[in-house]
C-alpha cells in the first residue's frame, strides 16, 4: 500500500502537530511572567498589610477621643476600612489571575503529552509497517534483478 499523500517534512510536521507555536512563550519568559506575578502579590499582600495596621490603629484612636472627635475618627477609619477592602480586590484579582495561567500552561502541557503520545503511536505505526516491508517476499524481484545484471554483461 502506498500513501497518496506527500511527503511532509519534519518542520511542516511539527508545526502541523502544534509543536511549533508561534504563540507560546519559552521557559524563561514564562519564569519571568511567574515571578513577576509572585512579586507582585508578595507586594500588594505588603501593602494591605499596612493599610489594616492603619485601620487598626485609628479604631484604636476612636475609643479615647470626645464624642465631636470621634464622628471625624469613625470617617477615617471607614475611609481606611474602604482602602483595605481595595487592597483585597486587588489581590484576589492578581490571584485569579495567576491561576488562569497556571490552568492554562497545564491545559498546554496536558496538550504536548497528546502530541507526544500520537507521535510515539505513529513511529510505532511507521515502524510496523517499515518492518512489514522489508519482510514481504519478493522472489520474482531477485530474478528480475539477477536478469538485469546478466543483460548488461
Request: hydrophobic share 30%; with cysteine.
Amino acid at each position: 500500500r502506498y500513501s497518496t499523500q506527500p511527503p511532509v517534512s519534519h518542520e511542516n510536521h511539527r508545526h502541523r502537530t502544534g509543536i511549533l507555536d508561534p504563540n507560546m512563550q519559552d521557559g524563561a519568559e514564562q519564569m519571568e511572567i511567574d515571578e513577576r506575578s509572585v512579586h507582585d502579590v508578595n507586594k500588594s499582600l505588603k501593602s494591605h498589610e499596612k493599610a489594616v495596621q492603619c485601620f487598626l490603629d485609628e479604631v484604636d484612636t476612636i475609643q479615647s477621643k470626645t464624642p465631636e472627635d470621634a464622628a471625624s475618627a469613625i470617617f477615617s477609619a471607614a475611609s481606611l476600612l474602604v482602602d483595605v477592602k481595595s487592597k483585597e480586590r486587588v489581590i484576589v484579582q492578581r490571584l485569579n489571575s495567576s491561576a488562569q495561567t497556571r490552568i492554562a500552561r497545564r491545559d498546554e502541557l496536558e496538550r504536548h503529552k497528546l502530541i507526544l503520545k500520537n507521535l510515539a503511536f505513529e513511529k510505532k505505526y511507521l515502524q510496523s509497517q517499515l518492518s512489514a516491508c522489508k519482510e514481504y517476499p519478493t522472489p520474482n524481484l531477485e530474478q528480475m534483478g539477477r536478469s538485469e545484471l546478466d543483460n548488461k554483461e
